[in-house]
C-alpha cells in the first residue's frame, strides 16, 4: 500500500469518528451544538487553579526552607571554583527550574484570574439579556419561546 493511499484511508476512517458537534454518547440533533458551562464548574476550574498556585509557590521554591537564598547559587560557585563540572550544571538546573516555575505559576494566575473574569462577565451578560427579554407582565420569556424565532 503507498503512502498516498493509506493516508487516505487513515483520513478517513478519522472522519468517521471524528464529531465535533456533540460529546460522546450524546446524540447530535444536526444542528450546532451550543457548548454549556455552569457557573459552578468554572468556579471549581478556577479555584483548583488558585490552589494549585498556592502549593506550587510553597513546594516549587528549592530555596524554601534555606537560612541563606542564595545557597544553591553559592553552592553552584563554589563546585565550579574547584573546577566541577557539576557547578556549571547545577546553575543551569537551578535556572531552568526557577524559570519554569515562574511560568507554570503565571499560567495557574492567569487560568485563575480568566476565569474568575469569565464567571462575572457572563453573569452580567445573562443579567442583560434576561432583562431585555421578558414578557409585558415582567415574567421572563422562556428558552422554547425564544427559539421559535430562529426557525
Known amino acids: 500500500m503507498s503512502f498516498r493511499e493509506e493516508w487516505a484511508r487513515a483520513r478517513a476512517e478519522a ?3 471524528t464529531r465535533l458537534d456533540h460529546a460522546d454518547g450524546v446524540a447530535s440533533s ?5 457548548l454549556i458551562v455552569r457557573q459552578d464548574d468554572l468556579g471549581r476550574i478556577g479555584h483548583a487553579a488558585f490552589m494549585l498556585h498556592g502549593r506550587l509557590k510553597k513546594a516549587g521554591d528549592i530555596t524554601r526552607g534555606a537560612e541563606d537564598e542564595g545557597a544553591t547559587a ?4 563554589a563546585l565550579t571554583s574547584h573546577n566541577f ?3 556549571a ?12 516555575l515562574r511560568t507554570l ?3 495557574c494566575a492567569h487560568v485563575s484570574n480568566h476565569l ?3 464567571k462575572r462577565s457572563h453573569a452580567a451578560e445573562d443579567a442583560k ?13 422562556s428558552v422554547s419561546e425564544i427559539s421559535k424565532y430562529y426557525r
Not at 550544571?89 to 519554569?100: K, P, R, S
Open 15 to 17: 472522519a468517521t469518528r
Open 30 to 34: 444536526g444542528g450546532p451544538s451550543d
Open 74 to 77: 553559592k553552592a553552584a560557585a
Open 85 to 87: 563540572a557539576m557547578g
Open 89 to 100: 550544571a547545577l546553575t543551569t538546573t537551578a535556572t531552568v527550574w526557577g524559570d519554569q
Open 105 to 107: 505559576l503565571q499560567a
Open 116 to 118: 474568575d473574569y469569565t
Open 129 to 141: 439579556i434576561a432583562a431585555s427579554l421578558g414578557h409585558r407582565d415582567g415574567s421572563a420569556v
